[in-house]
């Protein structure tokens, strides 16, 4: 400390900020792995919807014996199988619903969290019923794409991806929030006060009524003291 005045120290560092969506330094915004994450969802399930539209699949025609080939295979034997293959009608246009609306769901970003549970349930049904062909020991080498599916969906309700916008309000601009807080920011200054052991911060400079305070006034030194008018 000088006998002359406050001694004003370097700029001092700004404190590391503890919020996850700020980007003073680089890295990857989480939210784009959410989006991602969505976004190849509702691609897969759009195939598969084109996969169930598509004639030359047979998927309406043939959805009875379809259902009846798990009777072998699901969870309590051919109950639900059999159930399903005498409506064919019905549960064919079921599926094809639900796969037609998480596909709209997960793609343009609407009804994410109902999505997310519809999807859970159906994959669990379909687990149950294809349970028997999917665990099989000897013999299993993969546990199948339905317990995928509900990691997936688990961990977009986990993220929470229902909050992330829909897809069309991110068309042209960045993902996630820019934080530019740390750019530009201005420079703190260190005030060391007389008869102060701690540091203080100086406070921003202001507008006043008769011009601008830009830091403390110098008092008057011994050489601009005039006698008199």
């Not at 700029?11 to 939210?31: L, M």
């Not at 409506?87 to 037609?100: C, D, K, N, Q, S």
Request: with cysteine; glycine share 14%; proline share 10%.
């Amino acid at each position: 400390m000088s006998a002359q005045g406050p001694e004003l120290g370097p700029p001092s560092a700004a404190p590391a900020s503890s919020d996850p969506d700020r980007r003073d330094g680089p890295g990857v915004d989480p939210a784009r792995g959410l989006w991602a994450l969505r976004l190849a969802i509702g691609i897969i399930w759009s195939l598969n919807l084109i996969f169930i539209v598509d004639p030359a699949n047979g998927f309406f025609s043939g959805f009875a014996s379809t259902a009846q080939g798990f009777a072998g295979q699901s969870v309590g034997g051919a109950i639900l199988p059999n159930l399903v293959a005498a409506h064919p009608m019905i549960f064919a246009a079921l599926i094809a619903g639900v796969t037609a609306y998480l596909a709209v769901a997960f793609l343009l970003g609407v009804t994410v969290r109902w999505a997310c549970g519809v999807g859970i349930l159906f994959a669990s049904v379909l687990l149950v019923s294809q349970f028997g062909g999917t665990f099989v020991i000897p013999g299993g080498t993969d546990v199948g794409p339905m317990p995928l599916y509900i990691g997936i969906y688990a961990a977009l309700l986990w993220g929470r991806a229902d909050r992330l916008k829909p897809v069309w309000t991110l068309v042209g601009r960045p993902l996630g929030r820019s934080s530019r807080a740390g750019l530009n920011r201005r420079p703190e200054l260190t005030v060391v006060g007389r008869g102060e052991g701690l540091p203080r911060v100086a406070p921003p400079a202001r507008s006043m009524a008769l011009g601008e305070l830009r830091g403390p006034t110098p008092g008057p030194t011994a050489g601009s003291v005039r006698s008199g008018p």
